[in-house]
């Protein structure tokens, strides 16, 4: 056993793991936030992508303990009291990017982290590379068209 | 003049969308309850072998493991499932394809049960297998499944199901043809790919005998018939619970083994019992789209109209039975009433094999019989020195026509949909360009026909509705169907709006318990808005009658004209708000609620012994023209643009319309293009989203989308069916891209690269033949 120290969704928290965890185990099945899901547990289908330090990352490639000092944010972390939604996901819902869903949070994890760099940076993408930052992603219900549509505004006024 | 909407036909987005994207949304693999444990199945090491013998003992005696079975437990008093009842749930003696479940386990954590499996002990007597259906009708093969009745029903052992269709004089036809083309086609295995795993969650109540099912099925009163039968248990002791569905298309149509074995477990230990299946397990364990080989022969006169077509199809059964064995039911249509043909026989043999059974798949049969369809008519066409828009538009079907196999068009978008794209896509100019140099570009089309009002396959295609408004003027449906991404849900609580005038926010869609719910048939042949769409309106019928009356009565006023918004029923300068009329229906006498319940049951028909009759209250039609670019040195076939236009009836919600075409176009293009489960005898060689290739965000084209309204009396507002269909043409439209960008023409799929830069090179070494 391990003990790590993160903040996760703007909260501290001090834990016991196994040095084998996977961060898509501590959050799903230790801290019991379900919204980060399971689609292969292969690295292959981006479901799972949670943002850890500003980079999205596919929670079950990556080691628990790997989190230590550092700050992870889930899909229930986004939005607050005011706003429940963040403008990623009203985006989402709006462009119809959602059938199933069970690809949305990852999708949802993914744009965020891509498009708080672009906006830090200052530029907005091209659709292609908005497919780019898109394309570990998969979704079998939607031909993506949707879900670019609903990336690509986030970057409106 | 018909009274304007405002809510139909407008984009609305989804119901639930907010708790999808939030993260909210409760998935079967979200669920944990009390006390529950968690199961894993062993599976055969080999696809065909005799057990000789099965030791659990070391696997019982590992710490956190509750119980685990075999088919010789106590526990084990079943019946074999599946559609032809030839399945075992647990295999014991035999094993017949690679999914067989021969043991399972439910122990405290999901660790432990799959460190039990390795410790169960298997003795096999390995035997060859036959994973080639010809080989399987040969006298001297084995018989593969001793449950199967072919000896009895179609004079070969080892054949699982037949169908045999005609209409017309097919040698007078084949007499008065021109050009007569015959081919052979040969399809692949794919998957459904859900991007949610299967799942199951049981648990069993000791006391009264009473099962609870948290599972994903698409249709959950024909489920809960299997699952009874299966268990030997009074179906109404069943409640099926639908937690969200990560992702249908057909694979949940069946009960598959390891939903009972769930069941036996939470029996055996007394406890919750989950199933969740990893990646890998979904790849080898879903139901696949039918691999098949179809030899078709088709004819036209020397004006290019169809005379003919004459089918066989062998269709590789697997080891088991499946409801994908009656997919011939929607291929035969296509091959009969596709364009009008004048003659058609059509043969269908699903053949037992060691391989894993097919199950359903979006489109049902239908993007199989296309592909072949098409191709041919490409073929035709080129014989006959016809343009290929042409020779379908003079054969296309029309409004009004019953076809040999006795299906009434009585709605048709076939002409206007082809037109529409063969214009847009500038289709005969796109054609007939010279094709470029290392990058070549090529354009094809494909149609399609499929049923658009349910399909009665069943004793009943029909769907309940329970309505309900209360006191504050909110009201409650309460639907027999399912949800299950398609958006079918938002579909009726945009009807509600429209009908009632009564907000979204004041609008619940209870739809996920079979303990609440009235009856359905489920998802499936693209039929949940229709059908639950018709029972919706049939029951918002009732409750106006209600309201109209009561309102009547309050306003002292005679009328029935009234008109429902804003949460108000208004006539003239007469007034009332929607849920004071519910409160003076509940407050005032007679004391009643303003509840109200129907059940609507499709005009469609039982087909005869002979499949014909009107099978579907009406019927969907499509083109697609789509334009690709071949890379000559990689063989890389890139898809530039889709044009599809379909007679969807009307359009109900367009943002959500739009969606099932570009997500079914995605499915139609990895099937043309890059899916295909790699079987070496009977072992999936590529069970991960490495190995099998579906669509990423960069490859999906731009899609240009043409409703065509026909207004179809039969469907809610005018609208038909419209889940399946975008996919059913796609591939028969890229093959016929690519052959015209490289003018060879593919008889398989999918069309990888290699197979491009096989054939063109076979296609230089013939040049060459030819020079010399
Ligand atoms: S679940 Fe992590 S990438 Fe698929
Ligand atoms: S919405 Fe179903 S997988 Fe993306």
């Known amino acids: 056993m391990m003990q790590i120290t993160f903040k996760i969704n703007g909260e501290s928290i001090t834990q016991e793991v196994k040095p084998a965890l996977l961060l898509i185990d501590l959050i799903r099945d230790h801290l019991k936030l379900k919204g980060t899901k399971p689609g292969c547990l292969e690295g292959e289908c981006g479901a799972c992508s949670v943002i850890v330090d500003g980079e999205a990352i596919n929670s079950c490639m990556y080691l628990a303990i790997n989190v230590n000092g550092k700050e992870v944010i889930t899909i229930e972390g986004l939005g607050d009291h005011e706003n429940p939604l963040d403008n990623v996901q009203e985006k989402m819902v709006e462009h119809g990017g959602v059938q199933c869903g069970f690809c949305t949070p990852g999708m949802v994890m993914t744009t965020k982290a891509y498009s708080d760099k672009c906006k830090k940076k200052g530029i907005t993408p091209t659709r292609e590379e908005v497919k780019k930052s898109l394309e570990g992603n998969l979704c079998r219900c939607t031909g993506y068209a949707k879900i670019i549509d609903a990336a690509e505004a986030v970057y409106e006024n | 003049m018909e009274k304007e909407l405002k809510v139909i036909g407008k984009s609305h987005r989804k119901l639930d969308g907010k708790e999808r994207v939030s993260g909210k949304a409760v998935y079967g693999h979200d669920i944990e309850l009390p006390n529950m444990l968690h199961g894993s199945i062993l599976r055969t090491a080999h696809p065909c072998a005799e057990i000789i013998s099965i030791d659990t003992s070391k696997a019982e005696a590992l710490e956190g493991v509750e119980c685990v079975i075999t088919a010789d437990d ?31 386990v439910a122990a405290r954590t999901k660790e432990i049960a799959d460190k039990a499996l390795q410790l169960i002990e298997v003795e096999y007597n390995v035997k060859k297998g036959i994973y080639d259906p010809v080989e399987a009708l040969k006298n001297e093969a084995p018989q593969i499944n001793e449950f199967g009745k072919g000896k009895e029903q179609f ?36 998957t459904h790919a859900c991007m ?82 990893s990646r890998e397990e979904e790849f080898v364990l879903s139901p696949t789209r039918q691999p098949m080989v179809i030899d078709l022969t088709t004819g036209c006169d020397e004006n290019g109209k169809f005379t003919f077509r004459e089918v066989e199809i062998i269709k590789d059964n697997g080891a088991y039975t499946s409801w994908g064995a009656t997919t011939p039911f929607v291929m035969m249509q296509s091959y009969s009433s596709l364009y009008q043909v004048p003659a058609c026989k059509f043969d269908s043999h699903a053949v037992y094999t060691n391989n894993p059974f097919a199950g359903s798949f979006r489109g049902y049969g239908n993007p199989q019989a296309t592909f072949s369809i098409e191709t041919n008519i ?22 009004g026509e019953v076809t040999g196999q006795g299906l009434h068009f009585k709605t048709c978008g076939a002409i206007p949909a082809l037109e529409k794209v063969i214009d847009e896509s500038d289709f005969e100019k796109a054609n007939a360009e010279p094709k470029g140099d290392r990058y070549k570009k090529g354009i094809g089309l494909g149609s399609m026909l499929h049923v658009g009002g349910g399909a009665k396959i069943y004793r009943s295609d029909g769907c309940g509705t329970v309505l309900k408004l209360d006191d504050y003027g909110y009201l409650t449906i309460i639907t027999g169907s399912n949800e299950i991404g398609q958006g079918s849900e938002t579909v009726l609580a945009m009807i509600a709006m429209e009908e009632l005038g009564i907000a979204e926010e004041k609008i619940k869609v209870i739809n996920t318990d079979t303990d609440v719910k009235p009856w359905d048939v489920g998802v499936h042949a693209s039929r949940t808005s229709f059908v639950a769409g018709n029972s919706l309106l049939g029951a918002i019928k009732l409750m106006k009658e209600k309201l109209n009356k009561k309102a009547v009565a309050l306003l002292d006023v005679v009328t029935d004209d009234w008109e429902y918004a804003d949460g108000k029923m208004t006539f ?18 007679p004391h009643e609620l303003c509840t109200v319940n129907y059940f609507y049951e499709p005009p469609s028909k ?31 076939v890139e898809v530039l643009n889709v044009h599809v236009s379909q007679d969807v009836g009307r359009v109900l919600n367009p943002i959500g319309l739009q969606g099932q075409m570009e997500g079914g176009l995605a499915t139609g293009i990895g099937y043309a293009l890059t899916e295909e489960m790699i079987y070496e005898n009977g072992e999936l060689k590529n069970p991960s989203f490495h190995g099998y290739k579906l669509l990423t965000a960069t490859d999906m084209p731009p899609v240009h989308f043409y409703p065509i309204e026909t207004y179809d009396e039969a469907g809610p507002y005018g609208s038909k069916g419209a889940g399946e269909a975008p996919l059913i043409p796609t591939a028969a439209a890229i093959a016929n891209a690519v052959s015209n960008a490289l003018g060879v023409t593919f008889y398989s799929l999918p069309i990888t690269a290699e197979k491009v830069l096989r054939a063109l090179k076979e296609q230089k070494e013939k040049n060459k033949e030819v020079l010399v």
């Open chain 2, 74 to 104: 106590d526990v084990y008093d079943v019946n074999n499932i599946s559609y032809k009842r030839d399945h075992p749930i647990l295999k014991k003696g035999t094993v017949n394809c690679n999914r067989d479940e021969i043991a399972a």
């Open chain 2, 155 to 190: 004079g070969n052992k080892n054949m699982a199901e037949s169908f045999h269709y005609e209409h017309g004089n097919l040698e007078e036809q084949k007499a008065k043809s021109k050009v007569i083309v015959k081919r052979t086609y040969e399809l692949p295995r794919v």
């Open chain 2, 196 to 277: 949610a795993t299967s799942n199951i969650t049981a648990e069993f109540s000791p006391f009264d005998g009473r099962l609870t099912l948290w599972s994903s099925t698409q249709v959950p009163f024909l489920y809960q018939r299997d699952i009874a039968h299966a268990l030997k248990m009074e179906p109404s002791k069943i409640r099926i619970i639908q937690p969200i569905i990560g992702g249908g298309f057909g694979s949940k149509l069946d009960m598959h083994p390891f939903e009972p074995i769930c069941v036996l477990l939470a029996k055996k230990s007394g406890k919750p019992v989950q199933i969740l299946f």
């Open chain 2, 378 to 399: 490409d073929l035709m066409a080129e014989e006959l020195g016809m343009d290929q828009s042409e020779i379908r538009l003079i054969n296309a079907n029309y409004k």
């Open chain 2, 572 to 589: 003239n300068e007469f007034e009332i708000k929607i849920d004071k009329v519910a409160r003076e229906m509940h407050f005032g006498t």
């Open chain 2, 606 to 636: 039982f087909q005869d012994k002979d499949f014909k009759g009107d099978v579907s209250g009406n019927y969907a039609f499509a083109s697609q023209a789509i334009e690709v670019e071949v890379d000559t040195v990689t063989g890389n």
